[in-house]
């Protein structure tokens, strides 16, 4: 496996791993297919140097089995310190280790661009996703009761962060 910087030729294995997270989970509360247009403007809302979108690939044919992104916590200012993680992997890939390679690499990233606080949003409390942030150093910091919907169910959002500096 190969953990590399996305780039554009890997915008539809990205899209296709979220979009089939839509499709059939709470991994994600979107509720939309987006489009190629879409993927496009998120890339360019990565600049490597700030917001680095990465993808982990196989070592044979170079297929994109997972990806990651920092995106900013919010757009005030003073928030600047702390970014939100984001990590997919495909459904045939999971079980191996992808997902903490994948969340590792953003924590290194943060540690490199200073980040002083990394944040994660777990949608419908996934036992697999809880797991991992935790066993990289995350701790719970909240659950947000009720407060999504997806496939006609009112869903719970775990809030769990980590602290960088």
């Known amino acids: 496996m190969d953990i590399r910087l996305a780039k554009l030729d890997d915008l539809a294995a990205i899209a296709d791993i979220y979009n089939r997270e839509v499709i059939h989970s709470t991994a994600t509360l979107d509720t939309d297919i987006q489009s190629e247009a879409y993927w496009v403007d998120w890339l360019a809302e990565h600049p490597p140097d700030r917001f680095p979108a990465f993808v982990a690939t196989s070592d044979d044919d170079k ?32 079980g191996v280790g992808l997902g903490r390679t994948l969340l590792q690499t953003l924590i290194d990233a943060g540690i490199e661009r200073g980040y002083g606080y990394l944040a994660a949003r777990i949608g419908g409390a996934s036992a ?35 602290i960088l500096s």
Do not use: I, Q
Request: with cysteine; charged share 20%; glycine share 10%.
């Open 128 to 162: 697999a996703s809880l797991h991992l942030h935790a066993s990289l150093g995350f701790e719970h910091v909240g659950t947000m009761r009720r407060v999504g919907e997806k496939f006609g169910n009112v869903v719970d959002v775990v809030l769990m962060g980590k």
């Open 63 to 94: 297929t994109v089995l997972g990806w990651s992104a920092l995106k900013p916590w919010s757009t005030r200012k003073g928030y600047n310190r702390c970014v939100e993680v984001s990590v997919y992997v495909h459904h045939t890939s999971r």
